[in-house]
């Protein structure tokens, strides 16, 4: 069974929707600690109320980025974790993080990358006037939110649609594609060939572009 931590900053929604996919016997892998760098972060409640470990390393009281990546890689070795997922986790990691993980860390982004790196992802596609967005899972690199992509969901930009309706449709397919990417990565399905992940067995040996219903999704 392939051992994963989860990196959060806040809530922790990827993380419940990974852990309940875990628990349902959805995903081949168990979560086995979940790290915040806020020792606020409302996700550390949710996993402790599902019996899982949790640990919190305050990037305010480093001096130094590579101090907190330090410390921070070391909370992780602990649970000698087969992956790496990060969890709406709002710090950057450094290249030596990065490094020290490679192959073995993801993330899930709320947009279509390589469009709309960075925050404000919602507020930006909304501006530009874009008919699509969605989400991306990728693997993490030291150039931020370019990383390989695993898969990626669109959802329609409707007339009418602010931040918040937006973000939520996206969310919902985060909670989708999320799951599958780690199910994957635990099946040892993916490999990264010239920048490009494979899926083995797939028809193109390519990820999977999911379309959802046009229907807006509420939160979850």
Do not use: K
Not at 88 to 116: K, T
Not at 125 to 150: K, Q
Request: charged share 15%; glycine share 8%; aromatic share 4%.
């Amino acid at each position: 069974m392939t051992r994963v931590v989860v990196l959060i900053s806040g809530r922790g929604s990827n993380m419940a929707s990974l852990l309940a996919a875990s628990e349902s016997g959805a995903l081949p892998a168990t979560i086995v600690g979940v790290i915040a760098n806020r020792p606020d972060a409302q996700g550390l409640l949710t996993a402790a109320a599902c019996g899982v470990a949790t640990g919190v390393v305050d990037h305010r009281l480093f001096a130094a980025r590579e101090q907190f990546d330090s410390a921070l890689a070391a909370a992780i070795e602990v649970f000698a974790p087969d992956l790496v997922v990060l969890a709406g986790f709002m710090r950057i990691l450094g290249a030596a993080f990065v490094r020290r993980f490679d192959g073995r860390l993801i993330n899930i982004h709320p947009s279509l990358l390589p469009a709309f790196p960075g925050l404000h992802t919602h507020r930006r596609a909304l501006s530009e006037g874009v008919r699509i967005h969605g989400c991306t899972a990728h693997f993490v690199t030291a150039d931020l939110d370019h990383g390989p992509v695993i898969i990626q969901a669109a959802v329609p930009v409707l007339d009418g649609d602010d931040e918040d309706l937006l973000a939520a449709r996206v969310l919902a397919q985060e909670h989708v594609i999320y799951p599958q990417a780690v199910r994957w990565f635990a099946e040892g399905r993916l490999r990264v060939h010239a920048g490009r992940v494979l899926l083995d067995s797939a028809p193109d040996g390519a990820g999977v572009l999911i379309a959802p219903q046009l229907d807006p999704c509420p939160p979850c």
